[in-house]
């Protein structure tokens, strides 16, 4: 099995195998759910760093609250239970049986337990008790989670039954403040999935139908795939009093009248990394951004004569040592030395497919002449893929050449997703024309044929309709808008607003 | 309410105050679960990367898998079924539906799935896929996650019906190999929870009947409360071939012949929370060794008069810098100035009672003086309480000053384990006499009424009915074996294996 050319002729297929070969994660016995191997799993721990210092830089503390949610709490909140009532995982008993040897479930409970698909009703139920008066607010709480929900097509990092994810609550004394919050972790968000993980992203708010059940406001970070489909990359939410209400988060307010307290609530997911793999990766498998690489330098030694050994793991293990000294995307280096019983070669290929930013092979000669083999990922089919360099300039230059190579990966995707935002369909007409075509890989440097569209929404709740039909989403109303008149593309009405249109994960 | 005497007079109810003043956890509405508030979180996280480091150190990777087990796989091994069926959350459907206004658990599942209590059977599918030759072993994975047992009697870090813990799963080509990892998770345990925690333990293995459900062998790490009970801290088990063989992880081997893996599993919980508690804190309320403190040093600074408020902020936060600067303990040093709109002397008595090690108040006098009001949390009540220390000095002395706490700390309870271990008791009859008394909280320095017996047991299997009828258990089978002739101290019958008696959480 090769990647190159499956990437064009078929998209997912290619997705598939490039999370396979790169051990990233695979599918388990446990239905919907994926076993997240070391190579992805590193990832979803730099990624949980970054943002969780973000998150304690912004006043943020970290909290854990029980998973499972008694059922009657989420019939205090219609429409948040509308949302999520589908997909929930249901706990009915607390015991199993030997029934005639077979296992039965027994000690059926008295009330069932819903395992979170997210935690704004047990939260509410905490800060109801913890919120009495202005003085305790803000609260600001954070939490790292597992959550489920019930996807009925499953597919690994972009939609599982079980996924790991980050979610913020907030609590607040006035509306303003509340919202300032929602709009602060949003500017958090593409910060963080920009220059970290090297993914554009526009940033708008939702409209009305694509809202988090029970939000007021919805605001989100959206990227552009590689065969120009949306992945919908953070969520964070201005719940206004709903939930305080629902859950009687009350407080005394300054002028000593009682008040519900104005919440929010945002989050990030293990879906990263499949945006991750569907912007960078290649016909060669995993591009992975430095900034969230488990290891971003892989040495390979090349030990021909085993008389030789000692000294190549010595020279690696204080190549190594020098490496983790620099201090460079406010970290050390991490290197990995690969001492597996394996053939150079395959080695090299392994760490291809998974992405390593740079690879480095060391054999006797090479230590003799003072140099390293470095191959730059980025570089691999290039001529200088392969790159003859002093030992003390690699190690003197390594934090300018990974910087180099995370701005290369963001510029890569930025293009990508610059060149395809149509901006010049005017028409209902030149609309359904557009997305009659399917999606498919673009070419770097390219403009594919379906990306996304900026053009004009009226706005009208019928259009729901008219999107379900042509299986087109709203990602998001953009915060720049440009205010012009035009015509709506889907019901041709005159319509002022900008939104982005496009086909999505 | 205060905590003083509480300690001698209801041990288990000042344990709960201490936990509540504290701010490290609370009931919560979901049954039996527990909210961990921020500070008892904050711990969990530095106990956390501290294992994180050594299990990477050791050759272990993170992985995740899935939290949903299919029953069947309970239906594999025996034992293991046996001693978790009693207690484990069912999930038996996948929707709820609202039927008259009322939400109803729907679509049934086909086959139960059972939130982890421990992840054995799930891991070993995954094992026996990735498993073929000698050549893929070992295999050295641990995962952090959250897992349920259906406790009846819930007690806040000690036993509530979700924890947070780390479960490492290993497979090896030898029973050998299997055995000394065994052994080597078990040393890290010893050296994190003895110098980080500073929780003195005891080291050993357990009789057959505490064995873990599955295991060939279980090894552990005990130590002693101020009640003189004991508290199981970690464990460490050799499972032989069993796991091997109900879930076929087999390989092929250097003689090219098919042979099952041996595998090993490990685990340490929040439950490590509760032992801090139960190991250091003391009538003003929670004590935290700096080694797993969120924040070390606590800056409250007093303003008096609004027109200083400029000048101490810019202090204190200059100050903050200077000591995160600093290195101690492998990590920067974590410091908070408290900014709360409360009055500097509430401020104080708040993070004495989380137990902060250092706690430091400066004002405007202090700032002139070029001094520190310094507070160490151990010498709150002594005439040394209260230091006036040359900030330069603080500054450049804080690594010692918080080695020097730490060290304490565990000196204080290793001085109480070591004092209240009996080894003179020798016969059946004053065993007998020993226990007829409850275990009560036991002064520093003093030996208690009730502690651990170290003494002679003959083995017999029937003993388990005798220790069950008595609420006392054997803790450990320690490594330091005497091999001396003597009396089983529940039989009479003449034994030679040392064991340690005491009762437990």
């Given at each position: 099995m090769?990647?190159k050319?499956?990437r064009?002729d078929?998209?997912?297929?290619?997705y598939q195998n490039?999370?396979?070969?790169a051990?990233?994660a695979?599918?388990?016995a446990s239905p919907?759910?994926?076993?997240i191997?070391?190579w992805g799993?590193g990832?979803?721990?730099?990624?949980?760093?970054i943002?969780?210092e973000k998150?304690k830089?912004?006043?943020?503390?970290?909290y854990?609250?029980?998973?499972f949610i008694?059922l009657?709490f989420?019939q205090?909140e219609?429409?948040?239970?509308?949302?999520?009532?589908?997909?929930?995982a249901?706990v009915?008993?607390?015991?199993l049986?030997?029934?005639d040897?077979?296992?039965k479930?027994?000690?059926p409970?008295d009330?069932p337990?819903?395992?979170?698909p997210t935690?704004e009703?047990i939260i509410?139920?905490?800060?109801?008790?913890?919120?009495?008066?202005?003085?305790d607010l803000p609260v600001?709480v954070?939490q790292?989670?597992n959550v489920?929900?019930?996807?009925?097509?499953?597919?690994?990092?972009?939609?599982?039954?079980?996924f790991l994810?980050?979610?913020g609550h907030?609590a607040h004394?006035?509306?303003?403040?509340?919202e300032?919050?929602?709009l602060?972790?949003?500017?958090?968000y593409?910060?963080?999935?920009?220059?970290?993980?090297?993914?554009?992203?526009?940033v708008?708010?939702?409209?009305?139908?694509e809202k988090?059940?029970?939000?007021?406001?919805?605001?989100?970070?959206?990227?552009?795939?590689?065969?120009g489909?949306?992945?919908?990359a953070g969520?964070?939410h201005?719940?206004?009093q709903?939930f305080?209400?629902?859950?009687?988060?009350?407080?005394?307010?300054?002028?000593?009248?009682?008040?519900?307290?104005y919440?929010?609530?945002w989050g990030?997911s293990t879906?990263?990394i499949?945006?991750l793999?569907?912007?960078?990766?290649?016909?060669?498998g995993?591009?992975v951004?430095p900034a969230?690489?488990?290891?971003?330098?892989v040495?390979?030694p090349?030990?021909?004569?085993?008389e030789?050994r000692a000294a190549i793991?010595?020279?690696?293990?204080?190549l190594?040592?020098?490496?983790?000294?620099?201090?460079?995307?406010?970290?050390?280096i991490?290197?990995?030395?690969?001492l597996?019983?394996k053939?150079?070669?395959?080695k090299?290929w392994d760490?291809?497919?998974k992405?390593?930013?740079v690879?480095v092979?060391?054999?006797m000669?090479d230590?003799?002449g003072g140099?390293?083999?470095?191959?730059?990922?980025?570089?691999?089919?290039t001529p200088e893929?392969?790159?003859?360099?002093?030992?003390?300039v690699?190690v003197s230059t390594?934090?300018?050449?990974l910087a180099?190579?995370?701005?290369?990966?963001f510029?890569?995707a930025?293009?990508?997703l610059?060149q395809?935002?149509r901006?010049?369909?005017?028409t209902k007409?030149?609309?359904?024309?557009y997305?009659?075509?399917?999606n498919?890989?673009?070419?770097d440097g390219?403009?594919g044929?379906?990306g996304?569209?900026?053009g004009?929404?009226?706005?009208?709740p019928?259009?729901?309709?008219?999107l379900k039909?042509m299986?087109?989403?709203?990602?998001?109303?953009p915060?720049d808008?440009?205010?012009s008149?035009?015509e709506?593309l889907?019901t041709?009405k005159?319509?002022?607003m900008d939104?982005?249109?496009?086909?999505?994960?």
């Amino acid at each position: 099995m090769t990647l190159k050319n499956l990437r064009k002729d078929n998209y997912p297929e290619w997705y598939q195998n490039v999370v396979a070969e790169a051990e990233m994660a695979e599918n388990s016995a446990s239905p919907g759910c994926m076993v997240i191997k070391s190579w992805g799993y590193g990832m979803w721990e730099r990624i949980r760093d970054i943002f969780d210092e973000k998150f304690k830089e912004t006043g943020h503390e970290n909290y854990y609250f029980p998973m499972f949610i008694p059922l009657s709490f989420f019939q205090k909140e219609a429409d948040h239970v509308e949302g999520f009532a589908k997909e929930m995982a249901v706990v009915t008993h607390s015991r199993l049986e030997n029934k005639d040897g077979k296992l039965k479930p027994a000690s059926p409970l008295d009330e069932p337990l819903i395992v979170r698909p997210t935690s704004e009703t047990i939260i509410a139920d905490s800060f109801s008790k913890w919120i009495k008066s202005y003085r305790d607010l803000p609260v600001l709480v954070n939490q790292w989670a597992n959550v489920v929900r019930w996807e009925m097509r499953p597919r690994l990092f972009l939609r599982t039954r079980e996924f790991l994810w980050q979610e913020g609550h907030t609590a607040h004394s006035t509306a303003q403040e509340a919202e300032e919050e929602t709009l602060r972790m949003l500017e958090v968000y593409r910060e963080v999935v920009e220059d970290y993980l090297a993914m554009p992203v526009l940033v708008g708010r939702k409209p009305e139908h694509e809202k988090f059940p029970g939000a007021i406001d919805t605001y989100c970070i959206e990227a552009m795939m590689q065969d120009g489909k949306a992945l919908q990359a953070g969520t964070s939410h201005f719940l206004g009093q709903n939930f305080a209400k629902s859950a009687n988060i009350s407080f005394v307010n300054k002028n000593n009248q009682p008040e519900y307290a104005y919440t929010t609530s945002w989050g990030v997911s293990t879906r990263l990394i499949g945006g991750l793999i569907m912007n960078h990766a290649d016909d060669e498998g995993m591009v992975v951004p430095p900034a969230v690489a488990p290891y971003q330098v892989v040495i390979i030694p090349l030990i021909k004569k085993e008389e030789d050994r000692a000294a190549i793991i010595a020279y690696v293990e204080n190549l190594r040592n020098e490496l983790k000294g620099k201090m460079p995307l406010g970290d050390k280096i991490r290197v990995k030395i690969d001492l597996r019983d394996k053939k150079p070669v395959d080695k090299f290929w392994d760490w291809s497919k998974k992405g390593a930013p740079v690879i480095v092979e060391v054999g006797m000669r090479d230590i003799e002449g003072g140099n390293l083999m470095v191959r730059e990922r980025l570089k691999i089919n290039t001529p200088e893929g392969k790159e003859i360099v002093a030992k003390e300039v690699f190690v003197s230059t390594i934090e300018e050449r990974l910087a180099t190579i995370q701005k290369q990966i963001f510029e890569r995707a930025k293009s990508r997703l610059e060149q395809n935002i149509r901006t010049d369909i005017k028409t209902k007409e030149q609309f359904a024309e557009y997305f009659s075509n399917s999606n498919e890989w673009i070419e770097d440097g390219k403009v594919g044929k379906v990306g996304f569209v900026r053009g004009k929404w009226c706005g009208d709740p019928q259009t729901e309709e008219i999107l379900k039909s042509m299986k087109i989403t709203i990602r998001c109303i953009p915060f720049d808008q440009s205010n012009s008149e035009g015509e709506c593309l889907l019901t041709g009405k005159p319509a002022t607003m900008d939104v982005i249109y496009s086909r999505c994960y």
